[in-house]
């Protein structure tokens, strides 16, 4: 067995921001292996995430942020089961991290069952012309198809993106670690991004 250190447990709440006990038990199960005590923390939380997400979110807050020069702003809705979580430091900088999340990368949706169907149908047809000029054959156009919507997926739908202050994670995987250390259920309920001269679409 791999001695755990304190500057491992250090090292893994470093990049995880879980719990120092989390983190511990995570490396102890893992036997050491870094990389691994991050998956197993992810686990963690999307069995946590799981267990808590028919639970009402009628609480929460509404966040700002505005880049520098005030040309671009956004406000982003997040719900969670009560009042006290939602005054907590780590569920407003939350918040605040999917508001410049949103400022920066500039989501269409939250979640890939709220992309708008004529999106998805106009994406296809791209692809399948695509694919067609290059002579593939119909089963392998359709596999490909598939392929370049899952892609097309984590472009445009927020929990799918890569977080941008830490690409290693996507923003469902920062919502599940959040959930696991509140105890709560936890949703981005909506958001609304506003650029001088540009309408909203």
């Given at each position: 067995?791999?001695?755990?250190t ?14 120092m ?15 691994k005590?991050?998956?197993?923390l992810r ?5 946590v ?9 009628s ?5 700002c942020y ?5 040309k671009?702003?956004?406000?982003v809705?997040?719900?969670?089961e ?7 430091d780590?569920?407003?900088?939350f918040a605040r ?6 400022a920066?990368?500039n989501p ?11 999106l998805?149908?106009?994406?296809k ?9 290059s ?5 392998i156009i359709e596999?490909?198809i598939?392929g370049?919507?899952e892609?097309?997926?984590?472009e445009v739908?927020?929990?799918?993106q ?9 923003i ?11 105890g ?9 991004r ?8």
């Open positions: 067995m791999t001695q755990i304190a500057a491992m447990v250090k090292e893994l709440r470093e990049r995880t921001k879980a719990g006990m989390d983190c511990k038990k995570a490396l102890q199960e893992c036997d050491g292996d870094m990389g005590s991050v998956d197993w686990q963690k939380g999307l069995s995430a799981a267990k808590r997400a028919g639970r009402s979110t609480e929460g807050a509404v966040q505005i880049h520098a020069g005030n671009l702003g956004v406000m809705e997040v719900n969670c009560t009042d006290f979580v939602a005054k907590t780590q569920f407003v900088q991290d999917v508001a410049m999340h949103v920066a990368i269409v949706c939250i979640k890939r069952e709220d992309t708008p169907t004529e998805i149908e106009k994406e047809e791209i692809f399948r012309k695509q694919a067609e000029e002579g593939k054959p119909d089963n596999k490909i598939n370049r919507i892609k097309f997926y984590k739908c927020l929990l799918e890569p977080f941008v202050k830490n690409p290693d994670i996507t469902q995987d920062l919502l599940n670690e959040l959930i696991a250390k509140m709560e259920n936890i949703s981005v309920r909506r958001f609304a506003f650029q001088v001269g540009v309408e909203a679409e």
